[in-house]
């Protein structure tokens, strides 16, 4: 402890302390988190939309038969890919990327790098199952009308199918964000610099986890709840209003209902 300053002999005085000393790093930390929960969902976003629009297409029965082969070899290459990154722990993807990029590669790939990539590439595996649900629950009848009036594949999910998919998979990706902003943590494995990273740093100085960790649980609450609520406003926006009126149609209570008599009057 630094020369003239007083032993804190409180919790709070602690972490007011700690808050003190170690400011800067838990803000730099938090940022460094935030890069890659931001980066990498976006990007695992577009990866998981591209995937999805690639498993989604149907050839009709008179295509030739490479088109066939090569959909059927694009189709279970990406199965595998969605399996094999759902199925394995972020924490091993990390370690599998970055020391074996250095062992097999001979590439030293940065700390920072190697985790937007990761977070990226599994984002990617999940928001592929989550796009092509989005894309499954738009009502077959809108595919329909869309390939009768001659749109390509790719035509009917940009200008039909997925603005309305993209609504309603809203949640699920703000979801994954939130997931992301907690998940980084395990890349403290490869010594990414993120919020965890620092925190450690900053109480193996004075042995007080518990205070810093503390004050680690809290930023990290501030950031997902933060996140949350602006994921909602964003939800509200794309849903519309909460309630329609339909113009040029009255109810039976706002206009008078005349009904024609035989002889020419009303009734």
């Known amino acids: 402890m630094p020369t003239g300053t007083s032993i804190p002999t ?20 938090a940022g460094t988190t935030l890069l890659i929960a931001l980066v990498g969902t976006a990007a695992g976003f577009v990866i998981g ?16 038969p490479w088109k066939r082969g090569v959909l059927v070899c694009a189709k279970g290459l990406l199965t595998a890919y969605i399996e094999i990154f759902r199925g394995t722990p972020m924490i091993v993807q990390a370690m599998v990327v970055y020391y074996g990029a250095l062992q097999y590669l001979n590439l030293d790939i940065p700390a ?13 595996a999940y928001m592929a199952e989550i796009v092509r649900g989005g894309i499954l629950s738009v009502p077959a009848g809108q595919r329909e009308a869309a390939t009768a009036v001659g749109m390509s594949h790719w035509q009917m999910m940009t200008s039909v199918i997925l603005p309305q998919a993209i609504r309603n998979i809203l949640p699920s990706v703000g979801n994954e964000l939130v997931v992301n902003i907690k998940d980084s943590s395990v890349l403290n494995v490869i010594s990414v610099t993120e919020l965890y990273f620092t925190s450690k740093s900053a109480a193996g100085t004075y042995w007080r986890y518990f205070e810093v960790f503390f004050i680690t649980a809290l930023i990290y609450l501030v950031l997902t ?43």
């Open 49 to 64: 939309l591209l995937v999805a629009i690639v498993r989604t297409i149907t050839l009709s029965y008179n295509a030739r």
């Open 225 to 267: 709840f933060t996140f949350t609520r602006l994921l909602r406003l964003v939800e509200r926006k794309m849903s519309g209003g909460s309630s329609y009126r339909v113009y040029g149609s009255q109810s039976a209570a706002e206009a008078e209902i005349h009904v024609p008599l035989a002889g020419g009057g009303e009734e």
């Open 112 to 124: 920072l790098t190697a985790a937007l990539l990761v977070v990226s590439v599994n984002t990617g």
């Open 10 to 29: 409180s919790f709070f005085g602690w972490v007011f302390f700690l808050l003190d000393e170690y400011g800067p790093l838990f803000l730099s930390g």
